[in-house]
């Protein structure tokens, strides 16, 4: 059953589970306490007194973090919420997005507090067409509870979509951080020449570009240009996580100069499971454009071409 067409079939079938109950008589995994109340505070930036010292009290805000279940959830969650949600997936809505909540305070909580809760499945809108995709909307109301007391209710929405055919643009590559210790290296490569820094007092050379020789210390420098060639020292095969710009599994290296110095960069010239370590690669300046504008990397290719 798809979402699309002039009956909304699927939207009278979510109806049904207007009214059903999410949660029974759940109950907080942990009484209102300082503890997490001074790291809520820390993390928000909240220095109020009323949530400190012998007389503090809860944040409001923090109603819902008395009730969440962790990694472990909850078992006073029922199964309405779950097959609700599997029939929108089976229908072809498979993305949801948390789009806003709702809270109402009746009394402050304070340490030694229990709550207790229950989770209705408030309201399924109608069909509705967004920039995301078409989908449902759809709205659950907790009451929290300490003993006989209703002392707050967080409503929560999502909209859970099938996501809409829109063409994605390819996002611009990311561009290297350049500063005044390592601008000369860039200028290089946007000229077509590897550039090493070497060292005015012991002429040692180093890469990454540095302020200063991590030999002897010296801050006075001059470059070579690099003929770059050099061989394949270490490399690792990217897989996982991707990458926006990036189409994996690729192959990064690390690169052993005939000068001596090392340099990190993608491996090409050869499929990513063909690379080895020991082999012989020349410098390649590749150049990007993209909505960032134009941008020039150095890569390494393998020697002798595809294998």
């Not at 009394?107 to 809760?117: C, H, K, Q, S, T």
């Not at 006075?220 to 270490?234: K, L």
Request: aromatic share 8%; net charge negative.
């Amino acid at each position: 059953m798809a979402v699309t067409g002039a009956s909304d079939e699927l939207g009278a079938r979510l109806k049904v589970y207007e009214g059903q109950p999410a949660a029974r008589a759940g109950t907080g995994k942990d009484p209102v306490n300082l503890p997490m109340i001074r790291h809520w505070c820390e993390a928000m930036g909240d220095t109020s007194p009323a949530y400190e010292g012998p007389d503090a009290v809860a944040p409001p805000t923090m109603l819902q973090a008395w009730t969440m279940g962790g990694l472990s959830g909850h078992t006073s969650r029922t199964g309405a919420y779950d097959e609700m949600l599997t029939l929108l997936d089976e229908a072809g809505c498979t993305s949801i997005v948390a789009t806003d909540c709702e809270q109402e305070y009746l009394r402050p909580l304070r340490p030694g507090d229990e709550v207790a809760f229950d989770t209705v499945i408030e309201s399924v809108s109608d069909r509705k067409t967004t920039k995301l995709g078409t989908g449902y909307f759809v709205t659950t109301r907790t009451d929290v509870r300490v003993g006989d007391d209703l002392v707050g209710t967080h409503r929560f929405r999502v909209l859970k979509y099938a996501p809409g055919g829109r063409e994605r643009k390819r996002p611009p590559r990311p561009r290297p951080v350049v500063n005044r210790d390592n601008g000369g290296f860039w200028e290089g490569v946007a000229e077509g020449r590897l550039l090493v820094q070497r060292c005015a007092d012991c002429g040692t050379l180093r890469h990454p570009w540095l302020p200063g020789c991590n030999a002897c210390g010296c801050l006075d420098w001059d470059t070579v240009e690099s003929s770059g060639e050099g061989t394949v020292c270490s490399y690792v095969v990217m897989h996982h996580p991707p990458f926006p710009a990036f189409d994996p599994p690729y192959a990064v290296g690390l690169i052993e100069l005939a000068e001596g110095v090392r340099m990190v960069s993608n491996v090409v010239g050869v499929p990513y499971d063909k690379v080895r370590i020991g082999l012989p690669v020349r410098v390649e300046f590749r150049r990007y454009d993209d909505e960032g504008g134009a941008l020039t990397l150095p890569v390494f290719r393998v020697l002798g071409g595809e294998v």
